[in-house]
């Protein structure tokens, strides 16, 4: 297991403190707290860092959170609302429960809590999630990068949303590319974001059909590598995914958000059809193997993907709230 990166991550943000160019992207700005709350951004990373250093999944969680926020309502903190008597939340859909991690939405009230005491009601859930990806990129992959902030907190989360708005682990490429593109990204950043299943796990539940296809324990996905999945098949032993336990979804390096994700891909070892399906034309073959082949390449491209993917119909200005406490509206 390697560690995580987190001094080079706390230098590089040094360094853009000191540039201090303010980028901006639509009505987003990076600085949005320079005035109103200047600690904000070290706060997360110092809670980032030290959850980290005690748990790296904790890391993987909160990327997989702010994808999962942004592809529901935007970027606007709904994933993190309670589920209350007569309106369960977001949280609650199948696709975030239990997958999505307790430990993930601890750190959020957590990192609140403390920004709270120091600046309050002036930054948004919305905001300290994006930052908290950010910085858990940076530990887990050494990739840093500008987040464009300024986003205000929704009041709406409704169960039934995530399940029609965020891709499903058996969608195929073109699937995938309707998905995306009903949130204004392309095929290119399907694939590019796709990278982030470089670290993190998977239950069986959600890939365990490639290993037993018609439910028997003979037939298998002709596009998973047959020694791959018998290795899958120890570790997911029951078609019907009783117990369901998880697996890494990178078995070569779990920990460290890199470029292995698409060499797995080049031996058929991608564990989600969603994954293995970036193999299955021309141009996206052409696209893992120019990422697999270089780490820098990916880590650019991956941070400006993120910035993208976190602008997705952001709430601004008047809109929404700064929630006080993240589970609630106010
Ligand atoms: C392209 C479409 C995508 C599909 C179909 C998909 C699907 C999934 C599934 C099924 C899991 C495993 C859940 C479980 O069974 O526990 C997962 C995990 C994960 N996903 Fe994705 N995902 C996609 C895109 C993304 C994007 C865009 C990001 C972030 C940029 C992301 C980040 C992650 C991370 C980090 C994990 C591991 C989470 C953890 O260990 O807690 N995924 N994804
Ligand atoms: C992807 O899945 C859809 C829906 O099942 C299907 O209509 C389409 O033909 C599939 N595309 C490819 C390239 O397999
Ligand atoms: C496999 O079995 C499960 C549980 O009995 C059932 O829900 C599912 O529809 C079956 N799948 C196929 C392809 O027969």
Request: glycine residues 8%; contains cysteine; neutral net charge.
């Amino acid at each position: 297991m390697k560690t995580p990166n987190s001094i080079i991550c706390l230098v590089l943000f040094l360094g853009l403190l000191i540039k201090s160019k303010p980028i901006s992207s639509a009505s987003l700005e990076s600085g949005f707290y320079g005035s109103t709350c200047p600690l904000v951004e070290i706060i997360v990373r110092k809670v980032v860092t030290n959850a980290i250093l005690q748990d790296l999944g904790v890391g993987a969680g909160l990327i997989r959170m702010h994808f999962h926020d942004c592809f529901v309502r935007g970027c606007d903190a709904s994933i993190l609302l309670d589920s209350t008597p007569g309106n369960p939340a977001e949280k609650d859909s199948v696709v975030n429960n239990p997958s999505l991690r307790q430990k993930a939405f601890e750190l959020i009230d957590q990192a609140k809590a403390e920004i709270e005491a120091a600046c309050p009601q002036t930054v948004s859930c919305a905001d300290i999630l994006a930052f908290a990806a950010r910085d858990s990129t940076c530990s887990l992959g050494g990739i840093s990068y500008a987040v464009p902030a300024g986003r205000r907190d929704g009041r709406v989360s409704l169960k039934d949303e995530p399940i029609q708005n965020l891709p499903g682990p058996s969608l195929n490429l073109s699937q995938l590319q309707g998905n995306f593109a009903r949130k204004g990204l392309s095929v290119d950043d399907v694939v590019t974001l796709s990278g982030a299943h470089s670290v993190g796990r998977s239950h069986c539940s959600s890939f365990s059909t490639r290993l037993y296809l018609f439910n028997t324990t003979t037939s298998q996905d002709p596009s998973l590598d047959p020694n791959f999945a018998n290795d899958l098949k120890t570790k997911c032993p029951s078609p019907t995914n009783n117990p369901n336990p998880t697996v890494p979804l990178d078995f070569s390096s779990p920990y460290r958000l890199d470029t292995n994700y698409y060499r797995n891909l080049q031996y058929s070892r991608g564990l989600l059809t969603s994954d293995q399906t970036l193999m299955s034309s021309p141009s996206t073959v052409g696209m893992v193997s120019n990422l697999a082949r270089d780490g820098r390449v990916w880590g650019d491209k991956f941070a400006s993907a993120m910035v993208r993917m976190g602008l997705i119909e952001v709430l601004t200005g008047n809109a929404g709230e700064i929630r006080k406490n993240c589970r609630v509206v106010n």
